[in-house]
């Protein structure tokens, strides 16, 4: 009997202590009403900040555009005179070539909307039209590029430079890259470099531009018929003329990410703006609902009495 009276006293206590969590539904309305506006205020501060930092970025981007685009219309002299390579020696670059180059060109700062994204999706493609057997080299210029491509071409990319975006674009760093280019004993038949290219605030261009091999412009006729022009001159010349086109694509790209940069910021501060409005209403709704159930609760307490 005493075991059994122990038991029943044990199980008492038990269930005594034993408390199952409440729902949300089953609580009071003034601590629902409480942890909700506490939720929502949370939050309402949330994308108050972020607007701030959307806002703020949006007049930085701004500004680096204004000089970003100052200084494309100079740096556009030196993508005309590698075009006007082609017309005036008359080059024509053969298809398919079986060894390939590709430079890359982007940044290592991102929300910027999908600039970068569309340059890796250029290279990628360039992949799936060339024969399987080819042998494809990438450079690519900024960390953004590289990220995305390592996933499926790691063993493709050759060398990678970052450092890219912080400061505009200077001819030096052009030279930089085209030294190491020439200096990294890649074999190229064929190449070409993709970057985004200007157009006006709204709007840029994934663009694909050849650059012409040592070989191919040592096999011109037209080269040929200058004087004075011999090996060391057309390395001369063949160095100069990488360095100019890849400063020409930086200066484009660079304008395109301040551009595409300010208008997502303005994007962004726009939504933060309409989510702010909306999350102010209902606080509102429910902070007067909190207010209204409390006052029915004194006022049903008092007449009670």
């Known amino acids: 009997v005493g075991y059994l009276r122990s038991r029943k006293m044990a199980a008492a206590v038990v269930f005594r202590s034993f408390q199952p969590l409440r729902p949300a539904w089953l609580q009071p309305q003034g601590a629902r009403g409480m942890a909700t506006l506490k939720t ?12 701030k930092i959307t806002k703020s970025m949006k007049m930085v981007s701004a500004a680096k555009y204004s000089q970003a685009e100052r200084e494309l219309k100079p740096a556009r002299t030196y993508g005309r005179g590698a075009l006007s390579l082609f017309e005036k020696a008359e080059i024509v670059e053969e298809e398919r070539q079986p060894s390939h180059l590709i430079v890359a060109i982007s940044s290592d700062r991102g929300l910027c909307g999908g600039i970068h994204s569309n340059v890796a999706k250029n290279v990628k493609a ?17 960390d953004k590029t590289r990220i995305i491509l390592q996933r499926t071409q790691r063993k493709n990319i050759m060398l990678s430079f970052n450092e890219v975006g912080k400061q505009p674009p200077v001819f030096v760093e052009a030279a930089f890259v085209a030294q190491h280019i020439l200096n990294s004993g890649l074999e190229y038949q064929s190449a070409e470099v993709v970057f985004s290219k200007f157009r006006n605030v709204v709007s840029y261009s994934t663009t694909s531009q050849p650059i012409v091999p040592l070989s191919t412009l040592a096999q011109s006729e037209k080269i040929l018929q200058f004087d004075d022009v011999d090996a060391d001159v057309l390395q001369c010349y063949h160095e100069i003329s990488l360095a100019n086109l890849l400063f020409y694509a930086m200066k484009e790209a660079a304008c395109s990410e301040q551009s595409s940069r300010m208008t997502s910021m303005d994007a962004a501060s726009k939504n933060a703006g309409e989510m702010i409005d909306r999350l102010a209403l209902t606080y509102n709704r429910t902070r007067q609902a909190v207010i209204t159930t409390a006052l029915i609760e004194i006022i049903s307490g008092a007449a009670a009495l």
Do not use: H, M, W, Y
């Not at 929502?40 to 607007?51: D, G, P, T």
């Not at 360039?126 to 057997?133: C, G, H, K, V, Y």
């Open 40 to 51: 929502l205020s949370l939050r309402l501060k949330s994308v108050k900040n972020i607007e």
């Open 126 to 142: 360039t992949f799936e039209e060339r024969p399987s057997d080819s042998n494809t080299a990438i450079v690519c210029i900024g």
